[in-house]
């Protein structure tokens, strides 16, 4: 066990890589609950999804953050209060192992915990529903009532079908009614809203953090008065809270609706322990700083009045006061000394409110753990694995090498094995501490790699075998970006830019208006026709607005509203869609019955290759090179379209498939449409294949006839691999021997 120390409260340093999740896990599964209070977000996901790993039956929760800025004007994302609320009921329930709380979290304000209890109720199969009193018990919770349930916090009734997304739960529910029983409950896919698997029963957590009843507004209202001066009638909050609607941001004004608000610490169990994680202090301190300023940006607005950051917020006094009341287990981190640690760690304002003048050196306990060696990948060697295989031949443990997925899994077991290297296959982290063998392979989400001296084994992940390609998990994550909501937000206008609008056709934007309807002020963007004609647009239909591309924007064609030229135009423009569709079915019904040539991708060549691309491949470019690969090897005729603006790395995907193509002993065509890009490819192309075999030539004015002469006969001869030209290039006198790809710019 890594943790091991006779200290009343140890702090653990030396722990390398990603064995504070191993750590952690150990001393979970003999002390829980564990509370975890990490330095910040990306440290406290990172151990969400690793210590279930070495621990998969420990029950791990996160207590993530609303990720907003203090006071912003928005409010956090459905799904997220939705994971808030849940964690917090797993902890007011004692149904927890490890909870992992980012530090900020941990200062934000939570609702009472009796408030928690209040709105949480269950629906059972067998109970009986009176409609009436369920949708006024939604509506007190929180939820509302849609036409269909997409995400949680909403809920739908259909005659004897009720469908609702209770807050916390990763699926939505469906109940079945006979009369005003509930016959049935069953999970429900929410894209194809077919039922999934039946359960007992529903628990049903309030839809947000705070209430909106009326014994909410009317506290709301009153702490309002009470705390800000003037007309409140005059502020868009007051107003919108008195009519029941939650305007966004109003989570920045959660301690005016109860009488007293909680803090983490008044959910967790007396007999939970503390594991402050790294540099907490200095992350409270950051805090406190950031806040103070939005603070002060911020507090002008009428509209808008700010509570301060006192009255929201933990400050780092309160905090570490709050922590002493339960037993603590801290890590630190390794790069900092022990001397350095007193001053500027957790330990400087903990020893200080301890009334006493013991050092953060005193209780330091370093683990018996040690970073991995080099052992990273050479494409560019002989052996690329080399470095690893002098590792694993030199190491006297046996060690644990993790992928991130089964693909990957199988590509790095291929990879291995072509150099000699056989891992058996390990399908958990049990599995390889049962087992004996010397080298496995298995998947798992840790980071870092490390070993464990005193175990006698070594973990290794893709950080450490392809230290070359950083790695960026959130970016892999990540979602495609949609090219097709092509105006995103408000920044990508400008005043008197042409604007098409879906139903009302080609305007101008003149910027934003802020109207009063009766409801409060609303944004508009506003939108002048022809004629002077003005359309008001509410932002939250920003949808419905895309950019005009049709030419150049002082020329745009402005529509006369109401006066049906723009239907027209949609109607022409369907019927030349019809036209093409009909066109495009014709020829790529013939494209598919015809036979291509497959190219074989050799790995060790092609990521070599790759390695010279002196940037992080976005998600959109990796996911090109993908489809343009794919493309390759699938033995159909290819007619790939790579769009993307200037220096969004095009070139980089037509490199690419450039460079398998020759390696597949295909000749490759670049067809450009001017001199000048022309030049300016040969100079890239001969930059990128320095290193490699391939002889590359320049078809256009540029070069002499003679040297075109010399061209043209080594492209006949299958002397030269890739040309780049202009219009020569598919002159009647330019003859391939062997052309595999046709790249057009």
């Not at 909410?216 to 007051?238: C, H, L, M, V, W």
């Amino acid at each position: 066990m890594l943790f091991a120390s006779s200290h009343s409260r140890p702090r653990y340093t030396n722990l390398t890589g990603s064995s504070d999740a191993l750590a952690l896990a150990q001393y979970a599964a003999q002390h829980s609950p564990l509370v975890v209070i990490a330095a910040n977000a990306l440290e406290a996901q990172r151990l969400v999804e690793e210590i279930p790993f070495f621990a998969p039956k420990l029950r791990v929760h996160l207590l993530p953050d609303w990720e907003t800025l203090p006071y912003d004007h928005f409010s956090p994302h459905q799904d997220l209060i939705s994971e808030r609320l849940a964690t917090l009921h797993h902890i007011r329930s004692n149904n927890f192992d490890v909870v992992i709380v980012p530090i900020t979290t941990a200062l934000y304000p939570l609702p009472p915990v009796s408030y928690l209890a209040a709105y949480t109720f269950f629906l059972k199969k067998g109970e009986r529903l009176d409609l009436a009193a369920f949708r006024q018990q939604m509506t007190l919770a929180g939820y509302n009532h849609v036409q269909q349930v997409l995400t949680p916090g909403e809920y739908c009734v259909r005659g004897g079908i009720i469908d609702l997304f209770a807050m916390g739960s990763v699926l939505p529910y469906r109940l079945d009614l006979f009369d005003d029983e509930i016959e049935t409950i069953s999970t429900f896919d929410v894209d194809t809203q077919r039922t999934l698997y039946p359960v007992p029963e529903i628990r049903m957590l309030p839809a947000r953090e705070f209430p909106m009843d009326e014994k909410g507004q009317a506290t709301f209202r009153q702490n309002f008065r009470d705390r800000f001066e003037g007309d409140p009638s005059k502020s868009r909050i007051y107003k919108d809270v008195s009519k029941g609607i939650a305007p966004a941001g109003i989570e920045y004004y959660l301690p005016l609706f109860f009488d007293k608000t909680a803090t983490l610490f008044d959910y967790l169990p007396q007999n939970a322990t503390l594991c402050l994680h790294h540099d907490v202090d200095a992350a409270i301190q950051q805090f406190a700083v950031d806040t103070a300023s939005r603070y002060n940006l911020l507090r002008g607005d009428p509209q808008h009045p700010l509570l301060e950051t006192k009255e929201l917020f933990l400050d780092g006094e309160q905090f570490f006061i709050r922590v002493k009341e339960f037993a603590r287990v801290d890590i630190v981190t390794s790069s900092v000394a022990p001397a350095q640690a007193g001053a500027q760690s957790i330990e400087s304002l903990d020893s200080r409110l301890r009334g006493n003048d013991e050092t953060a050196g005193k209780h330091l306990t370093p683990c018996p753990t040690a970073t991995l060696p080099s052992i990273a990948v050479d494409r560019r060697a002989e052996v690329p694995t080399q470095k690893f295989e002098d590792f694993l031949r030199a190491y006297k443990g046996r060690t644990l090498l993790l992928a991130e997925s089964l693909g990957r899994r199988e590509i790095m077991s291929g990879y291995l094995k072509e150099y000699g290297l056989t891992p058996s296959v390990c399908e958990d982290y049990a599995s390889f501490l049962a087992s004996k063998d010397k080298f496995m392979l298995g998947v798992g989400p840790i980071q870092i790699g490390f070993t464990l001296p005193d175990e006698q084994f070594a973990i290794v992940t893709e950080t450490e075998l392809y230290a070359a390609q950083p790695r960026s998990r959130a970016a892999r994550a990540a979602k495609k970006s949609n090219v097709e909501g092509m105006l995103r937000d408000l920044s990508e206008l400008k005043t008197g830019d042409p604007v098409v609008h879906e139903q009302h056709g080609i305007a101008r934007y003149q910027g934003l208006v802020n109207l009063d309807l009766g409801e409060g002020e609303n944004e508009f963007l506003l939108l002048v026709y022809a004629g002077e004609d003005k359309l008001y647009v509410p932002v939250s239909q920003l949808h419905v607005i895309s950019r005009y591309s049709g030419g150049a924007p002082e020329a745009a064609p402005l529509h006369k509203l109401g006066s049906g030229t723009w239907d027209k135009a949609k109607r022409r423009a369907m019927q030349q869609v019809r036209d093409t569709a009909a066109e495009l079915l014709n020829i790529y019904a013939q494209r598919a019955t015809r036979k291509g040539h497959a190219f074989k991708l050799t790995y060790h060549d092609y990521e070599a290759f790759a390695e010279g691309f002196g940037f992080e491949e976005t998600a959109d470019q990796a996911a090109a090179i993908e489809a343009v690969l794919l493309d390759l090897q699938s033995g159909k005729p290819m007619d790939r379209l790579i769009c993307g603006d200037v220096g969004f790395g095009k070139t980089e995907v037509a490199l690419r498939a450039a460079f398998v193509a020759v390696m597949d002993g295909k000749q490759v065509a670049v067809l450009v449409p001017t001199t000048l890009l022309a030049e300016q490819h040969f100079q890239n192309f001969s930059t990128r294949f320095a290193d490699w075999p391939i002889k590359i030539a320049e078809l256009s004015r540029f070069r002499s006839t003679k040297e075109v002469t010399q061209s043209l006969k080594d492209l006949a001869d299958g002397k030269l691999d890739i040309v780049i030209g202009t219009h020569k290039l598919i002159q009647k006198d330019v003859k391939f021997n062997n052309l595999g790809l046709v790249i057009l710019d």
